[in-house]
């Protein structure tokens, strides 16, 4: 399949819908990291990314070149003589924007203790630092994670929303990577069956049965999920602690994770577009309208553009909120 970079993908009718194809694309630990400093920090060529993370050759060219494939990068002559070639976003890849800036923004506010490095935000409308705030796009309100209601749309279905059997590759993980690589995030939706069982989360699946059913995943992979999502307060069981008669809830930072999830899909919807309709539709609660994310800046409320988020990289900040699992 082509993926134009800068006009959406038509899908098949009845496949795979756009949420399958964003857990496709980013949820991978190597894609989000490489996305990450391309977005926050320019970075384009190959031996940059070699710097910053420690990735192998090999590694590192499958992943740019799947995001080639899926169109969110696009590799670019710089010189000719001798001919060398670089990686740059594309329209489509630049649209991640929102996401990875709720990501540095959750990782600031919530990452636990160990004075992490996470990047640090500047909104050049107002010159300071910053975490992104949900707003609902239609109203302009300020919005809580529980006031936005979703469900499956025309093209929405599990079937069509879980990672597919093609994409049950095993990812080469980088699960040794220290802090500063987005550590808690990587948990939640650094690859595929945790971002669906992620999304299944926040579509109120609550027992063990229920992410098994809904997923299609074997029940090794849920409990593995189950027990990560636990060990960084992510969902806490409730119950007599035997996993099959648990309820899983999330946690205030779970909830916090929301906007990631919500970017996310956003993006897969508008550049992954089934003939029936979306996947997922939302709502802001209590009133009549559809909910699209719009973020504002904490210090000044205003809109904010990708364009003007300067990123300090690599600062130590200590974490806003949540530093004691409780
Ligand atoms: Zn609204
Ligand atoms: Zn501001």
């Known amino acids: 399949m082509i993926h134009p970079p800068d006009e959406p993908t038509q899908l098949g009718a009845g496949g795979d819908n756009a949420i399958a194809w964003a857990i496709g694309v980013f949820a991978d630990e190597w894609t989000l990291l490489i996305l990450r400093y391309a977005i926050t920090d320019g970075v384009t060529r190959f031996q940059q990314w070699q710097d910053l993370l420690p990735i192998s050759s090999a590694v590192l060219a499958s992943r ?33 924007w929102p996401m990875m ?7 600031g506010a919530w990452a636990h203790g160990q004075a992490e490095p996470v990047p640090v935000m500047v909104h050049q409308g107002c010159g300071r630092a910053f975490e992104p705030l949900m707003a609902c796009a239609t109203c302009g309100e300020i919005v809580e994670p529980r006031e ?43 690859n595929r069956w945790s971002a669906a069982m992620m999304g299944a989360a926040y579509l109120g699946a609550h027992r063990f049965s229920e992410f098994q059913r809904r997923l299609g995943a074997p029940a090794t992979v849920i409990a593995d999920r189950l027990r990560r999502f636990q060990a960084i307060d992510v969902l806490r069981a409730e119950g007599d602690g035997r996993a099959d008669r648990s309820e899983y809830r999330l946690t205030d930072k ?31 609660r ?41």
């Open 101 to 107: 800036a709720s990501i540095c923004g959750w990782e």
């Open 148 to 190: 936005v209601t979703g469900h499956f749309g025309p093209s929405g279905s599990w079937p069509r929303s879980a990672p597919n059997t093609t994409m049950r590759r095993r990812s080469s993980g980088s699960s040794a990577l220290g802090p500063g690589f987005f550590p808690h995030t990587r948990v939640l939706v650094g």
């Open 64 to 96: 740019l070149r799947r995001g080639c494939e899926v169109g969110v990068l696009e590799q670019v002559a710089y010189e000719d003589k001798p001919l060398r070639q670089e990686y740059r976003l594309t329209r489509r890849g630049m649209s991640l």
């Open 286 to 326: 209590g009133s009549e309208h559809p909910f699209s994310v719009l973020l504002r800046c904490s210090e000044c409320r205003g809109a904010l553009a990708g364009r003007e988020i300067a990123v300090l990289p690599g600062a130590v900040v200590q974490p806003r909120r949540g530093a004691v699992p409780s």
């Open 254 to 284: 779970g909830r916090a994770f929301f906007p990631v999830v919500m970017t996310a899909i956003e993006w897969g919807q508008r550049w992954f577009r089934a003939p029936e309709g979306p996947a997922v539709v939302f709502q802001h």
